[in-house]
């Protein structure tokens, strides 16, 4: 961890919290139990202990997470947010557990009312395990690229790992007459008929998510037209539960090529770079049976002729396939090309606050 982030982590905690840090490689160990962090002593001895860890063998992620779940267990408190926050740079490659098993151990802990979030530090890390026992331990999950994801996350973005704000949220989303579906993407969703149900296990403080629809219009719609209404029902910090909508959603002349919100603006970012990605794949596939086809019949007319030279003028199928090779090859480049100018455009409208280093660049 980088001191300057577990320097602000510490600084966030108040004298009523309990924190306790468990490490984790070829071993588990205590590293600091259980304790109020009341005095500037007891947070200097936190970043001594720290800034002493130095990277030793392997990674044990469940048992880590065994041990985390424990100290939580042993100081629960139902006034108290109860919540374990695993960080790793690596894969579980000591425990020999099952993703299955990972994701009971969450389960099971958050029917105690104790959650976890997750924070993935580095391509190495199993990121795909991490939000999948974020999701199932009913907390948050976060991947960190660099310095500055770091900073953000243990300064402003802590709420957002650890205060549920909502939990069991089930919303609706019910088109109008006329409005027929495409594609929807974002969180667990099932549809009936004109409506699209989402849920999602936990919200936290300060947080938001996502949930985009693709649809069809089979007759005009103008400015100021319903296109949709929105319902969500939850449960709040305190066992109440809440009702709320329809939110009705209102065809809204956009003004150019891009999204006015920033959010949706950003999440169609992420959309975009996606699709053009599996068109790519799906095109260079293409051109990988295309250049079988040619050594094919490049080889049968070696064969033909006596197995002369490589150097023998294209056959008319040869011909054929060899510009289509380069039709497709084409088409890719301009796909490139048209996704680039598309994703810069977004990244721009942004400031260039997103998408530093993951997109368009």
């Not at 108040?14 to 490689?25: A, E, G, H, N």
């Not at 497709?328 to 994703?343: I, P, R, T, Y």
Request: net charge negative.
């Amino acid at each position: 961890m980088y001191e300057k982030n577990h320097n602000i982590f510490i600084e966030k905690v108040r004298p009523q919290d309990i924190v306790s840090v468990v490490i984790f490689d070829d071993r588990v160990e205590l590293l600091i139990k259980p304790v109020h962090v009341q005095e500037q002593a007891d947070r200097d001895e936190f970043r001594r202990l720290v800034n002493n860890l130095r990277p030793r063998g392997s990674t044990n992620i469940f048992s880590g997470m065994e041990l985390g779940y424990a100290q939580v267990e042993a100081n629960y408190n139902p006034d108290y947010t109860n919540r374990v926050i695993l960080l790793t740079d690596g894969m579980d490659n000591v425990s020999r557990k099952s993703r299955r098993e990972f994701l009971d151990l969450s389960i099971g802990l958050k029917e105690k009312d104790i959650c976890i979030s997750t924070i993935s530090l580095g391509a190495e890390a199993d990121i795909n395990l991490m939000v999948d026992i974020a999701i199932e331990g009913g907390g948050s999950s976060r991947f960190i690229t660099d310095r500055l994801v770091m900073e953000q996350t243990f300064g402003s973005e802590l709420d957002r790992l650890i205060v549920t704000a909502a939990r069991d949220l089930k919303m609706e989303l019910v088109l109008s007459d006329g409005i027929g579906l495409e594609q929807t993407w974002g969180y667990s969703n099932r549809i009936s008929r004109n409506t699209i149900h989402y849920s999602i296990g936990t919200l936290h403080n300060g947080d938001y998510e996502t949930i985009m629809a693709e649809v069809v219009l089979d007759k005009p719609f103008y400015p100021g037209d319903v296109l949709a209404n929105f319902f969500i029902s939850y449960e709040d910090i305190s066992g109440l539960s809440i009702q709320e909508g329809p939110f009705p959603i209102i065809v809204n002349q956009e003004n150019g090529v891009l999204f006015s919100d920033e959010r949706v603006r950003e999440a169609e970012g992420y959309i975009s770079l996606a699709r053009g990605l599996i068109d790519l794949g799906m095109r260079a596939d293409h051109i990988r049976l295309l250049q079988q086809e040619f050594s094919r019949l490049a080889y049968e007319q070696r064969n033909a002729e006596g197995n002369v030279p490589n150097d023998l003028p294209d056959t008319p199928r040869m011909q054929v396939t060899r510009r289509y090779i380069i039709e497709e090859a084409g088409n890719c480049l301009k796909l490139v090309e048209s996704l680039w100018d598309h994703l810069t455009m977004i990244k721009t409208s942004l400031n260039d606050s997103i998408y530093s280093k993951g997109l368009a660049t």
